[in-house]
């Protein structure tokens, strides 16, 4: 908080609180800001407490955080996870480790389940996020291990994954420069071109669009004169 009366600022350092002068504070690294707060949220035991995303979300409640992202909570948990001890309750550990030993778990134990909440995530995802980036790399991995899988390509089809993968590879809105960039639109491109009954549902699905869309594009033109 800021004193305008006194020209101090009220701060806290190790618990105490302090008064100070502006020029006398320096902005502090927002990784180490960052690792500090979600260890004082790991110390809290209870239930939702051991996952990234649920960490992410109390956090979004809190104004100095309100645009943190989720894969900065995630970097932000495995350098907490790195540093400090497990607490006596285990949920420093949980907290940073949960989301990506549950997601592999997950992934493991039912791969169709996953390609299922990775199809939501990209649904829900902006152009050009990390997010989307590191959800369009799961699935391609999960497609290849398990893309002959019936129940697998069944989650694909049923999820809208060839309608998603399309809306991505074609969508001009939004950051999509860095979809290309970051490498996004390359692995949706290596899971169209993958054999089988996956590649086969998502290059049909495409192609039926491509055609659509010309048809439509030549329909504009009937009737007109040309030269």
Not at 66 to 91: D, F, I, M, W
Not at 163 to 174: C, P, V
Request: hydrophobic fraction near 45%; charged fraction near 20%.
């Amino acid at each position: 908080m800021f004193d305008a009366s006194r020209g101090r600022v009220a701060v806290t350092v190790e618990g105490k609180g302090l008064s100070v002068r502006p020029e006398n504070l320096a902005l502090a690294d927002r990784e180490a800001s960052l690792v500090a707060a979600l260890q004082a949220l790991c110390v809290a035991p209870g239930p939702g407490w051991h996952s990234a995303k649920e960490l992410h979300s109390r956090l979004l409640q809190q104004s100095e955080w309100a645009g943190v992202s989720l894969q900065e909570v995630k970097r932000g948990c495995t350098v907490l996870a790195q540093s400090a001890p497990p607490a006596a309750n285990g949920t420093v550990a949980d907290a940073a480790a949960s989301e990506t030993e549950a997601a592999e778990a997950g992934a493991a134990a039912d791969p169709a389940a996953r390609v299922a909440t990775l199809l939501e995530v990209l649904r829900a995802s902006r152009a050009g996020s990390e997010e989307r980036r590191a959800a369009v790399e799961e699935l391609l991995a999960l497609l290849k291990a398990h893309g002959s899988s019936r129940s697998v390509v069944n989650a694909l089809v049923d999820g809208e994954g060839p309608q998603t993968l399309y809306a991505i590879e074609n969508s001009m809105q939004g950051d999509w420069h860095t979809d290309a960039r970051n490498g996004t639109l390359t692995r949706i491109g290596e899971i169209v071109r993958l054999s089988g009954p996956v590649g086969l549902a998502v290059s049909r699905y495409r192609a039926m669009s491509t055609r659509k869309v010309e048809a439509a594009v030549a329909g504009m033109h009937d009737g007109c004169e040309h030269d």
